[in-house]
């Protein structure tokens, strides 16, 4: 029996799908610990494995992140760039690309020290590590510990040669398609951040593991062995590395969770009277832009009358107030796995979860990307036809109705993608990761 730590960092939109790949490995044999800061040890006990308290970066989310306690600075920086997208798609990615340093290497030493003491406690034959944790790989890569790593978010995160950069997308949707000036200004940030990277490692290394390979291109440090894509194997893809194996999951949705009684009448109450229920969720982070939110939820009342809609405010349900009613219902926190089993749309920033478990749930999507990999995600799902891409920062009320019904043309082609991740899902990834762990096991 293999024994599997899987380590995740804070933020529930990650440590939700990773807890779902350690529950699927405790399915098929292993005996897994789950590795996260304390705030998540309620995933480990829902996915039945055992957890290990580990903080492997000072900032967090648990759900809502206006919401979640942070330390002063990590609330200013989520201000700034909460500002930055309401500017522009290149002026969030340039904002993020500033943030990098803080975001994602800001205590090495502390996480290979956790790292080591996380070892010598539980003594596991292998470690899954979320791809965007570099500190962690980079401890692991020190540590001479053999690791998978879990992409969370769009494939391009694991840099596929030497053109590609962290932080640029491979592509863009043609709603927001930057000029070549701001397009040359996020690939130059991305380029110096690379640079800076690499010698953060190579010095890292140096001093921690000087007889140790040397890391190489900071952002392409990755598992040797497998990465594990929480995302369909689309054909235009940017290839994977050579060396590890790819394994594309599809989705990570292990069984969604059936409505609870209170939210079972609401959606039985909006089907019984309207045509249509469309899901709106901009996700943990960007459900603090209530100005698009709006636009959503009073184009859906002001230009349909057929039409009912759920939306996912997070802290800023309050401001939305004067829009519930009959047609709206507006909470904090929606379940949306379990909704999307029971919509006929939803509206999404294009976040890796969402546009995953809209495909496997058939349903199509209207996707508003503002940063990060949604860009990429937006590009898939409209290459794909399972969804329509707008600009959330050009949208206005009266372009709703147009917008939603637009997707009725897409359905066929998310019924055909639908049928295709179906057949794989976490169960199917931890199957294929654990005969590529036992394959090196045994190699070794």
Known sequence: MERIVVVSPPFLSHARPLAALAAALRENGAAVHFACAPDFAGLAYEAGVAFEPLVVTRNANTG??????????????????????????????????????????????????GIAELHERVRPDWYVVDQLSYAVTLALHCLRLRHASFCPGHPSYVLSDDEAYFGVPYDWPRALRPSPQDRAAVLAAARANDRAFTALFEDFARVHAPTAP??????????????????????W???????????????????????????RARV?????????????ALGTFLSARDDVLRAIVAGVLDGTKDTAVIAAAGGRSDRLHDLVGDRAVVEPVVPQQALLEH??????????????????????????PFSSDQFAVARDAERAGVGVVADPNALAPGDVPAALDALDATRPAVTRLSREVRRRGPMWGARHLLDAMRERTARD
């Open 343 to 368: 919509v006929d749309a939803m509206v999404h920033h294009g976040g890796n979860n969402s546009f995953t478990e809209c495909v496997r749930a058939g349903v199509p999507a209207l996707v508003l």
């Open 268 to 280: 039985e109450r909006l089907r019984g009277r309207y045509e249509r229920v469309v899901l709106v």
């Open 237 to 263: 893809l940017p290839g994977p590395p050579p060396g590890p194996r790819a394994l594309y999951t599809g989705h990570t949705v292990l069984a969604p969770a059936a409505l609870d009684a209170g939210w």
């Open 64 to 113: 809502v992140a206006e919401a979640t306690r942070q330390e002063s600075e990590e609330e200013a920086r989520l201000a700034e760039f909460l500002d930055a997208t309401r500017v522009s798609a290149t002026a969030a990615l340039l904002t993020q690309a500033r943030h990098r340093r803080r975001d994602m290497l800001a205590d090495p030493e502390g996480v290979l020290r």
């Open 214 to 235: 040397p890391p190489g291109r900071a952002f392409a440090l990755t598992s040797p062995h497998a990465v594990v894509y929480a995302y369909p194997r689309l054909p």
